[in-house]
């Protein structure tokens, strides 16, 4: 079965960094796009990143400059590099693998953005 595990999140200063990770398993990774989506308090969930198959990237404006999505098929994990942190950037951040009309979901991995 699928199992997307992140790990990384935490309490971070303004202008601070944090990798995020995504253990996946269950699924043929390296064959596969990926995505970070992130939801803050009383807020929808939102596309922060994604990468396909042949490591093409795409990301949210909001992030632009500051987050770059990467992949290691050889470790089936997908990360979030995260620099520059601001305090709109506080959120749970969720692994994604979309299969046709299955999303599938990590537990997500909190990330608090603060002095």
């Known amino acids: 079965q699928v199992q997307l595990v992140e790990s990384g999140g935490g309490l971070v200063q303004p202008g601070g960094s944090l990798r995020l990770s995504c253990a996946a398993s269950?699924?043929?990774?390296?064959?596969?796009?990926m995505r970070w989506y992130r939801q803050a308090p009383e807020k929808q969930r939102e596309l922060v990143a994604d990468i396909t198959a042949s490591g093409s990237t795409n990301y949210a404006d909001s992030v632009k400059g500051r987050f770059t999505i990467s992949r290691d098929n050889t470790k089936n994990t997908v990360y979030l590099q995260m620099n520059s942190l601001k305090p709109e950037d506080t959120a749970v951040y969720y692994c994604n693998y979309h299969r046709t009309y299955l999303d599938y979901w990590g537990q997500g991995t909190q990330v608090t953005v603060s002095s």
């Open positions: 269950g699924f043929i990774f390296s064959l596969n796009s």
